[in-house]
């Protein structure tokens, strides 16, 4: 139970600190949608959303006026769709379409769940639905899309890597006229989870139940200003069990949402990913906690070791709050929904290649990147393979989720609204990669994937 003066903490952290319940995600198993007639298959995936996805906006509204809690987006996440495409063959776009068209029916913000699990080959409808993503993305509006290409027990599909180089400028081109939007809802993951509720990324695994509701919490806002109370000559200790006693409240609430969520809805609660989601409001800024703990800004050296200590901080806070966390939990660093982020990319403070340094120790890993629109295909892959590199190395979860600036000037700004916020053009090595990436194969899994 909460008391009086937690309640009135937590008050003062939604209204002068950003404090939100970022998303309450739903997510949704379609293993008995499949069929060999892919109409009727997308009939049944639509009815099944529709079934138990119907008030998950209208349950979302009514807790956040029940308890004064922000619940900024409400999405669902679904099986893989390359796993129906497997048995229905057809066009994968038929099912881009039907989801679409759901989630706007039930009022959603984003549905995940196009993607394609691909770490240690190709099964049936993994091809398919990788050559449908650009076409997908350009004639939807909510549907997101995911492709993992590798894992620390498989190794790295360099076959994957090369093809969603290709497919990321695909999609950037087809949606040109939306500041390249379709590549900005495409992520491609190295030891993607089954059970993250934040988009672009998320799909519903499946070692899940029929249905869950997981949902994601944020709070840049709250953490910067529990680190500003403390004095500047405060030890790094200090400061980080300052952000765990932050993160363990923050915890605590997206509890209550997932907890309530689940009861009002009546399908089984999963966990809570207590991820520092920024966006680009001022005050909302995961950069901004890095600077307050000590750099006069983000970019410069420091960056990494400042955000090492906020990611293992935020992450022992809530675990102590909640026995459900799960998804990815630690700290976002996309550049284009961080007010900080973007302020340090347009200065030069901060460079692609310290952003992958940070990625070592992050939630996740290159987050909305806009680059030139000149830039090829295979050096966006070779990007992949670094950060799945990353990933796989440190049997953590690592993803790119770039957008070719196509058609705009480098000195120019692509703006995707929202959430996704905006993003100033960063320069990347034009190095060529195409002998590596032409190789193809399979990268063999490192020795310390090996632990039965």
Partial sequence: MYNKREILETIQMIEEQNLDVRTITMGISLIDCMDTDIYKSCEKVYNKIYKY??????????????????????????????????????????????????????????????????????????????NAIPEALAVTSKLCSSVNIGSTRAGINLDAVKIMGEKIVEAATLTKDTDCSGAAKLVVFCNAVEDNPFMAGAFHGVGEADCVINVGVSGPGVVRSAIKQLPKDASIAEVAEMIKKTAFKVTRMGQLVGVEASKMLGVPFGIVDLSLAPTPAVGDSVAHILEEMGLEQCGGCGTTACLAILNDAVKKGGVMASSRVGGLSGAFIPVSEDAGMIAAAKSGALKLEKLEAMTAVCSVGLDMIVVPGDTSAKVLSALIADEAAIGMINSKTTAVRVIPAIGKKDTDVLNFGGLLGYAPIMSISKVKPDVFIDRGGQVPSPLNSLKN
Avoid: H, W
Avoid at 78 to 87: A, D, E, R
Avoid at 109 to 114: L, M, Q, R, T
């Fill in 53 to 130: 996805a119907k008030d998950l906006v209208k349950t979302g509204e009514a807790i956040s006026k029940k308890y004064g809690i922000p619940i900024v987006n409400k999405r669902v996440a679904v099986t893989p769709i390359s796993m129906l495409v497997g048995v229905s063959g057809g066009d994968p776009v038929e099912y881009a379409k039907t989801l679409d068209k759901v989630a706007n029916d039930i009022g959603i913000d984003f549905i995940g769940g196009f993607s394609a699990l691909v770490q240690k080959g190709f099964a049936p409808g993994d091809m398919e639905l990788i």
